[in-house]
């Protein structure tokens, strides 16, 4: 570890306070063994500075303007889905250090649509050629984006090679989803059968 470091490292154990006692964590005061509460030790100061993390920004708002709850300082649930009022679902940045590439953002979604785009664009037979490279990443764990970015050949665009990625999703899924409404089908009649026969 080099000196800047652990002089970071001290300045930042130094700059924590200690949370008021009634948000600490707190024993059983009627059990007459009970030990007293411990004193911060290096161990617990994070534990210590979390709790008043969480109490000093309970109803406050953090950086992309989504509500702190007061339990954590995870966002509510709806706002990982909800677009806020004139946010978009898609943004597009075209990246300028590589030609016919661009980086999109999804507002409110999460690993589960960035891998079936990405893994679409890159085993598409109809796109295989076309598309350079397909990846994603979610820039942190507690916001529902992720950013998806595509280099073409240029034959397409990146926007056309994504629009065309995501109709062969949505067939694929209409498909998937007519199998099992038929298959669901069949096993209640197959049910509803065995038991009017007794067996």
């Known amino acids: 570890m080099s000196s800047t470091q652990r002089d970071f490292i001290v300045a930042a154990l130094a700059s924590i306070q200690v949370a008021p006692p009634h948000m600490t964590l707190q024993y059983d005061d009627a059990l007459p063994t009970s030990p007293p509460p411990p004193k911060p030790k290096p161990s617990h100061v994070g534990e210590i500075a979390r709790y008043q993390i969480i109490a000093s920004s ?3 708002k953090d950086h992309t303007g989504t509500r702190i709850s007061a339990e954590t300082n995870v966002p509510d649930r709806f706002e990982l889905f909800l677009l806020k009022e004139g946010e978009k679902k898609v943004e597009e940045k075209t990246d300028t250090r590589v030609p016919s590439c661009s ?3 999804f507002n409110k979604e999460d690993h589960t649509l960035a891998n079936l785009i990405r ?3 890159l085993s598409d037979k109809s796109l295989q050629s076309k598309v350079l490279f397909a990846a994603y990443k979610v820039p942190h764990p507690l916001f529902a984006t992720f950013d998806l970015r595509i280099q073409t050949d240029g034959s397409i665009t990146p926007k056309e090679a994504l629009m065309l990625a995501c109709r ?3 067939t694929d899924l209409g498909s998937l989803s007519r199998e099992f409404t038929k298959e ?3 096993r209640k009649m197959a049910g509803a059968g065995a038991g009017m026969n007794g067996v």
């Open 58 to 60: 309970a109803g406050k």
């Open 103 to 105: 980086i999109f953002t």
């Open 119 to 121: 893994e679409r664009l």
């Open 168 to 170: 062969g999703l949505v």
């Open 184 to 186: 669901w089908e069949l």
